[in-house]
């Protein structure tokens, strides 16, 4: 395992920590982790991060979590956030995301916890998205969760939404961005039908 960290190329070193993710072994997983709480390379670090969530038992995901919640480093956390929207059951996935999208201290991380969140195949998404457009006290988040509505799977929800926020949300750069896609979509349809 420690080849994946000393063997040529960067892109090698990528390559053999993709390949990690594959493994069940828990030293694998041990060895990930070390790779991300490392002062290793960012790309390598991302790298780590896919592969953990990617171990097929399972188990690093539980690892994927802690480091999406707890890492110190914005760019670990926000490759975990990214990587939590594909773990399963996807309520979990759902339950972690509304966390960090509530409480994480960096901004931006809220933000990708948002976006994320669109990606999750549960029926909550669309009235989380609600939730958090209307009641967050970031603007940057707001205007996220705004945006992702379109990316959900439930459309008629989400255009709904999107309705009651272009009238009465109280953030005119929020109602506006509602509008905006709630236009670009009856564009869409036009040109599709």
């Known amino acids: 395992m420690a080849f994946a960290t000393t063997i040529g190329s960067a892109d090698q070193q990528r390559a053999a920590v993709e390949a990690l993710g594959h493994r069940t072994d828990p030293r694998a997983i041990e060895y990930l982790t070390r790779i991300v709480q490392g002062r290793g390379e960012s790309q390598l670090k991302s790298e780590a991060v896919e592969a953990l969530a990617n171990i097929p038992d399972g188990r690093g995901f539980n690892v994927v979590i802690d480091l999406a919640r707890n890492d110190p480093s914005p760019d670990v956390r926000r490759e975990a956030v990214e990587s939590v929207g594909g773990s399963q059951p996807a309520s979990r996935a759902l339950d972690i995301l509304v966390r960090i999208a509530r409480d994480d201290p960096d901004e931006s991380i809220r933000a990708e916890a948002v976006e994320t969140i669109a990606e999750v195949q549960d029926p909550r998404v669309v009235s989380i998205l609600r939730d958090l457009a209307n009641s967050s006290p970031s603007h940057q988040v707001q205007m996220e969760a705004v945006e992702s509505l ?19 949300h109280p953030n005119a750069d929020v109602r506006k961005k509602a509008l905006e896609i709630l236009s670009e979509s009856r564009e869409k349809s036009r040109e599709d039908g």
């Not at 379109?150 to 009465?168: M, Q």
Request: net charge negative; hydrophobic share 45%.
């Open 150 to 168: 379109e990316d959900t799977a439930d459309d008629a929800a989400a255009f709904a939404v999107l309705r009651s926020i272009s009238r009465s």
